[in-house]
């Protein structure tokens, strides 16, 4: 069964307005979660590292105004697009790793995002 | 540092092999493969962690060099369930995120 649960799996949104995705850890506490993005064709690009109980870590380029992470319990951390742009169309994955060397990372579903 | 995938693209005939790499400039932690469908999340298919180690999963396998800064996926007998996308994502440091290779298309074809 799944092991990251992500919601919803698909959003249309307006421009200026904001989207909250929601992930959850089903199997296991994840004190660390990772959100990455992925454009059509391309690879998947960490945008940044939510750290439960902390401020979340970003990747260059990414800003933390505008995707807004929130990571309040051990099983559930969130990422809020605000003020969507036709441009943050994309495919957004978050994941989990469980503890011990050879644990993958276990990715959610996917929020396929489209903002008109 | 985003590993570097080869090659980009590759169409086979179902029963036919194919080799996918992944390289690093530097020692890695470990190396994980994932297949990726259209429109789908990736599915992990296996970790590599030491040094010249091979991994199964069903009809693939991957090998990990004694450097551990390269790795090669390998599909034997290839089945039209094959197809996808397939991305190798290393790390320097356990339980850090993984940085993704460009990915690699497979198209198996009747």
């Known amino acids: 069964g799944a092991v990251v649960s992500q919601h919803p799996s698909r959003v249309i949104c307006k421009s200026g307005t904001s989207v909250k995705i929601e992930c959850r850890s089903l199997?296991?506490?994840?004190?660390?979660m990772f959100w990455y993005r992925q454009f059509p064709k391309q690879s998947l690009m960490l945008m940044a590292t939510?750290?439960?109980?902390?401020?979340?870590?970003?990747e260059q380029g990414v800003e933390k105004d505008k995707f807004l992470i929130n990571h309040a319990s051990l099983t559930l951390s969130t990422l809020t697009v605000t003020s969507a742009h036709p441009e943050d169309s994309s495919f957004y994955i978050c994941?989990?790793?469980?503890?011990?060397?050879?644990?993958?990372?276990?990715f959610g579903n996917g929020t396929r995002l489209t903002v008109t | 540092q985003q590993p570097v995938q080869s090659p980009q693209a590759v169409i086979l005939r179902e029963g036919e092999d194919a080799v996918i790499n992944c390289s690093s400039s530097?020692?890695?932690?470990?190396v994980h493969w994932y297949r990726q469908k259209h429109g789908e999340a990736p599915v992990f298919l296996m970790i590599?962690?030491?040094?010249?180690e091979q991994m199964r999963h069903e009809k693939i396998s991957a090998s990990f060099n004694e450097k551990k800064q390269q790795s090669s996926l390998y599909l034997t007998a290839s089945q039209l369930s094959y197809s996808g996308t397939y991305f190798c994502?290393?790390?320097?440091?356990?339980?850090?995120?993984?940085?993704f290779g460009k990915g690699t298309s497979l198209l198996v074809t009747p």
């Open positions: 199997d296991f506490q994840a004190t660390t």
């Open positions: 994502g290393t790390d320097s440091i356990s339980g850090y995120a993984l940085n």
């Open positions: 530097k020692a890695l932690y470990s």
């Open positions: 590599l962690l030491k040094g010249g």
């Open positions: 994941s989990a790793r469980g503890n011990g060397g050879r644990s993958p990372l276990h």
């Open positions: 939510s750290n439960e109980g902390s401020k979340a870590t970003y």
